[in-house]
């Protein structure tokens, strides 16, 4: 395992465990950072749009799927 540490902008230290031998330690950090921003929007449209599992497993299902949700909702 591959250890790396990084300071963000308030000073704080972050650790990140990864067996990503061959990625630069600042593609590792901004490969969390993106997965984060995922697991955020994830978190979204299933508390706020009511999304709670996958009807389609391709992108244009997902596309149709959410814009349906957001029109029921703005018509509420």
Known sequence: ??????RN??????WFLTNLFEMPAYEVTQAYRRRWDIE???KFIKQNLG???FLSHTINGMKVYIY???FVISCL
């Open 1 to 6: 395992m591959r250890l790396i540490k990084i």
């Open 51 to 53: 999304y709670k599992h």
């Open 9 to 14: 902008k308030a000073g704080d230290e972050i």
């Open 40 to 42: 955020v929007f994830f």
């Open 68 to 70: 349906m949700i957001c």
